[in-house]
């Protein structure tokens, strides 16, 4: 069997992400009917259907979904394969593309970016805050290189280093009947009014695990976007709330109205650190980077 060739993946991959031709033609820098052409030859090559395609519309078939899929890793790991060179001879040069959570980026980036500034000048980091399952997604395509996020999210076939851990505190409103104890329990958070994040936010999982464990009652007619809004809430007497530990200096100040109690006993928590592909070439500068933030952030 003749073997596919890179512009015919490119093709499929395209065609596959759009469901569209004349889009992904322009994607692909080439004209409808030649990328039609490629279609068509590697549909010939493979001696399977790709697309259905009408006049209203694309739809890939299952073998044309899970080519594409196989496709697009191809792809990913092609172009990895070319840089490799520059990460060997110089590692943590050049553009590192990270995606990072928002319950992570405000609290941690400031002073990892200081860090990272200082002891690889040649770096250049090119930075998405998203939600943990669209920056998986990203990661999967090839449109990121490596991930900071809590690493007991569902991060598919990702890989891990672990940084940090971050144990949860409880805040409350300083009149709460809480407000004047040194330590809490989980178990203390029975019948608690709590307010979480919004679906979306692995965070929000996390928390919402501790407080179905304790009982509580999660405040159903609001949810918040970010972690701001949510202790300004909380200062404002709707409930309590869970935050990690990394926030509280920004988030619960003394001018906020609020009280942060750590946990007794073994304190629930997460794991920050950094997730990648398995057939990334990168590993050991991802291990720099992860000793660099841990020794900045520990």
Known sequence: ????????????????????????????????????????????????????????????????????????KILVELGELAESSCFFSSPLTGILRMGVIPTVAPYLLPKAMHAVHRDFPQLQLSLREDHTDRLIDALQKGDLDVLLLAIEADLGDAETIDILNDPFWLAVPTGHRFAGRKRVQVRDLEREN?????????????????????????????RASSLTTLVQMVAGGLGVTLLPEMALAWECSPERNLVSIPFRGKRPSR???????PSTLRVSEFQLLANLLRKEMT
């Open 1 to 72: 069997m003749e073997l596919p060739t890179i512009r015919q993946l490119e093709c499929l991959v395209a065609v596959s992400h759009t469901l569209n031709f004349r889009r992904a033609a322009d994607l692909c820098f080439i004209s409808q009917p030649a990328l039609s052409a490629q279609i068509k030859q590697l549909e010939t090559q493979l001696d399977v259907k790709l697309f259905e395609r009408d006049k209203r519309r694309v739809l890939a078939t299952p073998a044309g979904e899970a080519i594409a899929q196989k496709a697009q």
């Open 194 to 222: 709590v307010l979480l994040l919004e679906d979306g936010h692995c965070l929000r999982d996390q928390t919402l695990e501790i407080c179905e464990l304790a009982s509580a009652n999660e405040v159903d007619d609001f």
């Open 271 to 277: 794991t920050i650190g950094l997730a990648f592909r």
